[in-house]
């Protein structure tokens, strides 16, 4: 019997390994047929017009570890074909993560990149400090605004609307994927009211759009902070220094956009004990705007993100 059972176990152990053999010499006949392939692809009957073949693998970091980590080794094969380039698109921190998630904490991941990744370099945005119209964020707004038909909404379809995703997306430096799910949203928000209807929600008060913006922005980048304001649990000073409103001061443009959030959320007490005589005509407009909602002062916030809520963009 115990004769019988070792002579089953070498079989089985010469036909896996027969079949494994099989199977990389198979790998290594396709390896080689999709180099030449390749090396086809980039060649020219004309010597003066023959071109590199460049490949982009985009987003890396976004697939599952294990299949992140397969993909640049089975793709590391081919890196040294003739005349072809690959661009590996990635966030360089997130992929060493997913490394050290399949081959363990104690991989020093940075050096096992560089068996794959010859030349590095970073892509920054171009910012612009003195004036925001010159940055790569406007650049991406002025795009989604367009790509969005946001016009077509008489809330955005104004200088005040756009130009306050401008300067928070600019002073916050909002990644292009967060701008991307703050159009989105937007888009999703004012298409689901007939005929403008979210302009007046609360007796008839317009709703500025400094406020859906700002709330847009805060549902994509603080998450913990959205929800504390759905709650009615957040205050003016939470939000004052998570988005460092104090820097945002010196640009007289983000005005509105701090005094419709803060007369929003004050107490009722608070509200009520404001000295309107020390304002000057904008701020007196703002708190009267305010004022004017009555009780529905401190439920316009909710509402606004009650409605948000039924969208989650996945980008």
């Avoid at 017009?49 to 570890?65: A, F, G, T, Y």
């Avoid at 096992?112 to 004036?131: C, D, G, M, R, V």
């Avoid at 939470?238 to 983000?254: A, H, L, P, V």
Wanted: net charge neutral; charged share 25%; proline share 3%.
């Amino acid at each position: 019997m115990k004769e019988k059972i070792t002579e089953a176990l070498s079989d089985t152990a010469i036909n896996t390994l027969e079949k494994r053999l099989t199977s990389y010499s198979g790998e290594k006949e396709l390896i080689k047929s999709f180099k030449e392939i390749l090396t086809k692809i980039s060649e020219s009957d004309n010597e003066e017009n023959k071109k590199p073949l460049i490949i982009i693998v985009d987003e890396l970091d976004r697939c599952k570890p294990s299949y992140a980590v397969a993909l640049i080794e089975k793709v590391k094969h081919i890196f040294s074909t003739k005349n072809v380039f690959f661009i590996l698109v990635m966030h360089k921190e997130q992929l060493i993560e997913a490394l050290k998630c399949v081959y363990g904490q104690g991989l020093d991941a940075s050096t096992y990149l560089q068996k794959f990744i010859h030349i590095e370099t970073t892509l920054p945005k171009k910012q612009a400090a003195s004036n925001i119209n010159y940055s790569d964020i406007t650049k991406y707004c002025d795009h989604l605004y367009k790509g969005h038909a946001l016009n077509q909404y008489q809330l955005l379809n104004q200088s005040r609307g756009l130009d306050d995703i401008k300067i928070i997306a600019n002073h916050l430096n909002l990644s292009l994927r967060q701008m991307e799910k703050i159009f989105i949203l937007l888009t999703l928000y004012l298409g689901s009211f007939p005929n403008d209807a979210y302009m007046g929600d609360f007796q008839r008060k317009p709703t500025p759009s400094s406020l859906i913006v700002l709330l847009t922005v805060i549902k994509v980048t603080e998450p913990i902070l959205y929800a504390d304001l759905a709650n009615n649990n957040a205050n003016y000073t939470d939000i004052y220094k998570k988005y460092r409103f104090s820097e945002m001061e010196k640009n007289n443009s983000t005005f509105y956009i701090q005094k419709i959030i803060y007369f929003l959320l004050l107490s009722n007490t608070e509200f009520s004990g404001l000295v309107t005589d020390n304002m000057n005509s904008n701020e007196s407009g703002i708190h009267q705007w305010a004022a004017g909602l009555g009780a529905d002062r401190k439920n316009i916030i909710p509402s606004i993100i009650s409605k948000l809520n039924t969208f989650t963009p996945s980008v």
